[in-house]
């Protein structure tokens, strides 16, 4: 007698290989170096190195975001022949810092804030007030965010992820964000984002922090808690470094 085979049902099937796909279980794993980042007196800049792990034949978006902060902006007009600030635009949801990177340039590809990444993620969370219209708004979006990438807090890297390695169960990937000398203290989040055919396949996000350190720490610190020491203190060195110029270049007789 010929032992029966069951066969089982269709919906099964699929359920056994959908489980045994290697995109079923995502990788999960991110590290950012440093963690800690210490503005001191000497600081000009500090690298910062995010690592990750993505499902395999995903793209990645890597982003590394400030703090949300309302900004007023002087706005400037031409009344007869001179240029005068004629206003004060406030921009609100802006990060203190934005720094975004791809593994795919198209990603990214709308650099003037059309796009779902980037500067178009952006234009949908932040808001620029006091502007006279649509297309004024689009114009103030566009000189706020070329101001910042002047000042090295903004930065798109389209094809800026690295793919270090991959194999059918995951892709390892890095980026590179060079934060400025003019960056401010407080919590920035890191977060990588993969992608395939459009869809958010997983999202993972931690933290670093930014502190200032030694002569710079003790400044701010002394400026928010002895606001008049700290005033005073800035008028003697004033007048010493004076004296101090006067001295050097008046041959040592000082300043008159």
Not at 94 to 108: D, E, I, Q
Not at 145 to 169: C, M, W
Not at 191 to 198: L, T
Request: charged share 20%; aromatic share 10%; net charge neutral.
């Amino acid at each position: 007698m010929v032992p029966r085979v069951r066969s089982f049902p269709r919906a099964v099937l699929w359920v056994v290989f959908l489980v045994g796909l290697p995109g079923a279980g995502w990788p999960s794993q991110l590290e950012v170096a440093p963690r800690r980042v210490e503005i001191g007196a000497f600081f000009g800049g500090k690298e910062v190195v995010v690592s990750a792990e993505i499902p395999p034949l995903a793209d990645a978006v890597v982003e590394l975001v400030g703090e949300d902060v309302a900004e007023a902006l002087v706005r400037k007009g031409r009344i007869g022949p001179l240029w005068m600030n004629v206003g004060e635009i406030v921009a609100q949801g802006f990060p203190t810092l934005y720094m975004v990177a791809s593994t795919s340039s198209f990603l990214l590809a709308g650099g003037d804030g059309s796009g779902s990444w980037g500067y178009g993620k952006l234009r949908e969370q932040a808001r620029l007030g006091e502007s006279g219209g649509v297309e004024e708004s689009d114009s103030m979006l566009r000189e706020f965010i070329k101001l910042k990438e002047t000042q090295g807090l903004y930065k798109l890297l389209p094809a800026g992820v690295e793919l270090v390695s991959g194999d059918e169960r995951a892709q390892s990937i890095r980026a590179r964000f060079p934060l400025p000398r003019c960056i401010r203290p407080g919590t920035y989040t890191v977060s990588v984002s993969a992608i395939r055919g459009g869809e958010v396949l997983q999202r993972q996000q931690t933290w670093i922090e930014v502190e200032m350190t030694g002569f710079p720490r003790f400044l701010r610190s002394l400026a928010e808690d002895y606001p008049m020491v700290y005033g005073i203190m800035a008028v003697v060195a004033a007048m010493l470094a004076g004296y101090g110029l006067g001295w050097l270049f008046g041959g040592g007789r000082g300043s008159h």
